[in-house]
C-alpha cells in the first residue's frame, strides 16, 4: 500500500509558475515509478509527467515539454513538479500517481495502482 499526498496548487495568472509536491508513504520500492497526471473538466486524464525512483530520465507530456520539470528527492518520497509559463489551458486538478510500470507504460495511468485525491490548479488570463 502507498499513500500519496499532493500539494501546492493554487489560482496563478497565465506566465506565472507554480511547483507541485507530492509525498510518498508506505511500500516504496527501487522499481517504483511516481507520475503526474492531469485532469480538466470534461476531458479524460493526461498524462504530464513521471519518473523511476532508481533514476533515469524523466518523462514528459507532449503539452508540457519544455514548461514543466520533474524532480524528485528519495530521501523524502517526494517528487516535485515544476511548472513554467502557465498557460490557461494548464487549469485541471494534478494527480499524483505511484506503480512499477514498464518503461513504455510510464505515460500510461492504467499501469499506476496507487493515486493521490489531487490539487487543484487554476490558471487565469
Known amino acids: 500500500q502507498v499513500d500519496l499526498v499532493e500539494s501546492g496548487g493554487g489560482l496563478v495568472q497565465a506566465g506565472d509558475s507554480l511547483e507541485l509536491s507530492c509525498v510518498a508513504s508506505?511500500?516504496?520500492?527501487?522499481?517504483?515509478?511516481m507520475a503526474w497526471f492531469r485532469q480538466a473538466p470534461g476531458k479524460e486524464r493526461e498524462f504530464v509527467a513521471s519518473?523511476?525512483?532508481?533514476?533515469?530520465?524523466?518523462a514528459y507530456g507532449r503539452d508540457v515539454q519544455g514548461r514543466f520539470t520533474y524532480s524528485r528527492d528519495n530521501a523524502k518520497n517526494t517528487v516535485y513538479l515544476q511548472m513554467k509559463n502557465l498557460k490557461v489551458e494548464d487549469t485541471a486538478v494534478y494527480f499524483c500517481a505511484a506503480g512499477t510500470p514498464i518503461l513504455s507504460q510510464l505515460a500510461s495511468s492504467s499501469a499506476y495502482y496507487y493515486w493521490g485525491r489531487g490539487t487543484q490548479v487554476t490558471v487565469s488570463s
Open positions: 519518473g523511476r525512483r532508481s533514476g533515469g530520465s524523466p
Open positions: 508506505g511500500q516504496i520500492s527501487g522499481r517504483t515509478a
